[in-house]
């Protein structure tokens, strides 16, 4: 997500060359159940809890944040790997007041392991999202993200 949020700043919208790519980013730490879903267009999916409450921090940040709920808060914080500012008690539909939490970035220098660099990420596709037919501010991102391998070397993943 933190990558993410470093490349997107830089990022230009082709049709839009003036206009600043936002991008909300919402956390949540849970069990959650995965399948491919279609016989016509197949998609992978998400179900669960996790992936709704995911969603509501996504929903309720601010643009060019990661909002985070509790559990991820501690699952971090247990690791000692970010830094993290609370944000306060937000409404959550369906869970409630939920005291909740800004991911800031990392922190420098807390093991070997943490020293890697961050993934690298590389913008596949650019389109806009236009339901409407007229313009759109809405675009579509395939991004492909490289992992470091212990020899030095990347392997994408997309």
């Known amino acids: 997500a933190l990558t993410l949020l ?22 949540h730490t849970g069990p ?3 399948g491919v879903v ?3 267009m197949p998609r992978y999916c998400l179900f669960g809890d996790t992936v ?6 996504e929903s309720n940040g601010l643009p060019l944040k990661i909002h ?20 306060g008690l937000m409404e959550i539909k369906g869970k409630g007041e939920v005291f909740t939490y800004w991911v800031t970035g990392r922190v420098q220098n807390t093991s070997k392991r943490n020293n890697a ?6 913008i596949l596709q650019s389109s ?14 395939v991004f492909e993200q490289s992992l470091p391998e212990p020899n030095g070397d990347s392997r994408p993943l997309v």
């Open 6 to 27: 470093e490349h997107i700043k830089t990022f230009k919208i082709r049709h839009l060359p003036d206009t600043k790519c936002n991008l909300r980013i919402g956390l």
């Open 32 to 34: 959650c159940c995965a």
């Open 38 to 40: 279609g016989l016509a």
């Open 52 to 57: 709704n409450m995911a969603s509501r921090m």
């Open 68 to 87: 985070c709920s509790p559990e991820t808060y501690e699952a971090l914080s247990s690791r000692g790997t970010h830094t993290i500012e609370p944000r």
């Open 117 to 122: 660099p961050p993934p690298a990420l590389r």
């Open 128 to 141: 806009p999202i236009n339901s409407n037919g007229g313009s759109s501010e809405n675009v579509k991102l």
